[in-house]
């Protein structure tokens, strides 16, 4: 990873805690107007930046299962980029953290306050999210791009917030160009959601012409 990337990543970071501790806090009028001159200004300096290009690198597939880190081996970390669930430069996203187990993935993550559905609980649509990424990458992690066409969650127990939580996605079955993969998500040996996927795999050629 770049210098500018790892920059980038750790900036994104500092954004999503403030939005976490935004969301996690009472404020009176007077921190309130502060934060809204601080954020202002801050805003200002972003908007008066260079417009960003997203990218996206297909040569990527060749070496992503061998960068990818392995599970109980190597530290867990997010990726570079902007994904929503797993990558680390999304200033709204997950933040979680991806490995690989042979040919499984796992995602590690936190849902903090700005994921929150129910009282205490993370929000049902964050979750589905973490299951579509897990699964979906099991497929990246062979050198295949496919697209998410049907995706059932069963919720059976209430997932917590502020608590480690892990869910993996591995392959079932495939028929041509269709795949069918499973995945759960636990706290720690209960069983919170059961997901089971199909995607179609696609020819990178034709993703990357709609990029």
Same mark, same amino acid.
């Given at each position: 990873? #770049?210098?500018?990337?790892?920059?980038?990543?750790?900036? +994104?970071?500092?954004?999503?805690?403030? =939005?976490?501790? /935004?969301?996690?806090?009472? /404020? @009176?009028?007077?921190?309130? *107007?502060?934060?809204? +001159?601080?954020?202002?200004?801050?805003?200002?300096d972003l908007e008066h930046s260079g417009r960003r290009v997203?990218?996206f690198n297909g040569d990527t597939f060749e070496t992503f299962?061998?960068?990818?880190?392995?599970?109980?081996?190597?530290?867990?970390? +997010?990726?570079?980029?902007?994904? /929503?669930?797993?990558? =680390?430069?999304?200033?709204?996203?997950?933040? &979680?953290?991806?490995?690989?187990?042979?040919? #499984?993935?796992?995602?590690?993550? %936190?849902?903090?306050?700005?994921?929150? =559905?129910?009282?205490?609980?993370?929000?049902?649509?964050?979750?589905?999210?973490?299951?579509?990424? &897990?699964?979906?990458?099991?497929? %990246?992690?062979?050198?295949?791009?496919?697209?998410?066409?049907?995706? @059932?969650? *069963?919720?059976?127990?209430?997932?917590?917030?502020?608590?480690?939580?892990?869910?993996? =996605?591995?392959?079932? *079955?495939? @028929?041509?160009?269709?795949v069918t993969l499973k995945g759960e998500l636990r706290d720690?040996? %209960?069983?919170?959601?059961? +997901?089971?996927?199909? /995607?179609?795999?696609? @020819?990178?050629?034709?993703?990357?012409?709609? %990029?």
């Amino acid at each position: 990873m #770049d210098d500018i990337v790892l920059r980038r990543s750790e900036s +994104a970071a500092l954004l999503r805690a403030l =939005g976490h501790a /935004f969301s996690s806090h009472e /404020f @009176d009028e007077d921190q309130l *107007s502060d934060i809204d +001159a601080r954020v202002r200004s801050l805003l200002l300096d972003l908007e008066h930046s260079g417009r960003r290009v997203r990218t996206f690198n297909g040569d990527t597939f060749e070496t992503f299962k061998t960068r990818m880190p392995q599970y109980g081996i190597d530290a867990p970390r +997010a990726l570079p980029g902007d994904a /929503f669930v797993t990558g =680390g430069s999304n200033p709204h996203g997950v933040g &979680a953290h991806l490995q690989r187990d042979g040919d #499984d993935i796992v995602i590690e993550f %936190t849902l903090l306050r700005s994921f929150e =559905g129910a009282p205490e609980r993370g929000h049902g649509g964050v979750i589905a999210a973490v299951m579509d990424e &897990a699964m979906g990458i099991a497929l %990246t992690m062979q050198g295949e791009l496919a697209y998410t066409v049907q995706l @059932d969650i *069963s919720y059976r127990a209430p997932t917590p917030i502020e608590k480690p939580l892990t869910a993996r =996605g591995w392959e079932h *079955s495939r @028929d041509g160009r269709k795949v069918t993969l499973k995945g759960e998500l636990r706290d720690g040996d %209960t069983l919170l959601v059961e +997901a089971t996927a199909l /995607f179609v795999i696609i @020819d990178p050629a034709t993703f990357l012409s709609r %990029t």
